[in-house]
């Protein structure tokens, strides 16, 4: 049963608007969070990352929001670039899990259009 | 810049063959992971192995088999290659818990 999940297979988004990415999990042991990007025929990369200590936390263009309570995150992209055409991955560890290990979500496929 | 490479980008083999899949990693990272990638599934673990010679099974380990006799290298076996088996593989690694993960570009594997 998949502990994190990314109801949204799929989002489109016109260049220069708001992209919200959301992200559910079901394991209240989850304490850190990632969000990772990734381009077909590449593997993802890392974009951006909140500790559970913290309720949001902003990188340029990237945001990202954690509500505990709700057991959510959310990634905004500020404004939207074509280049931000991506499947976007949520991922979480377990702070009882010493090694770490990492749940991914299924993706959203995100189009931004001209 | 963290490099994991991946030696092969697509791979096509038949139904009961043995298949390697190797991942070599040029940072000195600790630990190392394999994930499958499949539609609908997102990444799921395979194994992991947080040292030389050690490896933890993830959650899906049932066909699959890893070797890390060096630091830098870490294979994923394929003991007998079935169809459920045809899917994206991506190799990680990171200097230690709590870090982000650096992907190599992934195997594509087509069993037939």
């Known amino acids: 049963d998949q502990q994190v999940k990314q109801n949204s297979p799929s989002l489109s988004v016109q260049e220069g608007r708001i992209s919200i990415l959301n992200c559910d999990y079901t394991n209240s042991m989850f304490d850190y969070f990632l969000w990772y990007k990734k381009y077909p025929a590449e593997g993802p990369t890392f974009l951006i990352s909140i500790s559970s200590i913290k309720d949001k936390n902003e990188d340029g263009r990237f945001t990202v929001f954690l509500n505990k309570s709700a057991k959510h995150l959310s990634l905004h992209i500020v404004p939207s670039q074509p280049g931000d055409s991506a499947v976007y991955f949520c991922?979480?560890?377990?702070?009882?899990?010493?090694?770490?290990?990492?749940?991914f979500g299924a993706g959203t496929q995100v189009v931004v259009t001209p | 810049d963290v490099k994991v490479t991946q030696s092969s980008r697509y791979l096509v083999k038949r139904t009961g063959e043995k298949v390697f899949l190797e991942c070599v990693q040029d940072m000195d990272h600790e630990n190392m992971f394999w994930y499958r990638q499949d539609p609908g599934l997102g990444l799921r673990l395979i194994y992991f192995?947080?040292?030389?010679?050690?490896?933890e099974k993830g959650d899906i380990p049932e066909g699959y088999s890893v070797s890390r006799e060096k630091k830098e290298r870490f294979s994923l076996i394929l003991e007998s290659a079935s169809t459920n088996q045809t899917s994206m593989y991506l190799c990680?690694?990171?200097?230690?818990?709590?870090?982000?993960?650096?992907f190599g570009s992934g195997t594509r594997l087509t069993v037939v």
């Open positions: 991922a979480a560890s377990e702070a009882t899990d010493s090694w770490g290990k990492l749940q």
């Open positions: 192995s947080y040292d030389v010679k050690m490896k």
């Open positions: 990680a690694s990171r200097p230690g818990v709590h870090y982000g993960y650096t």
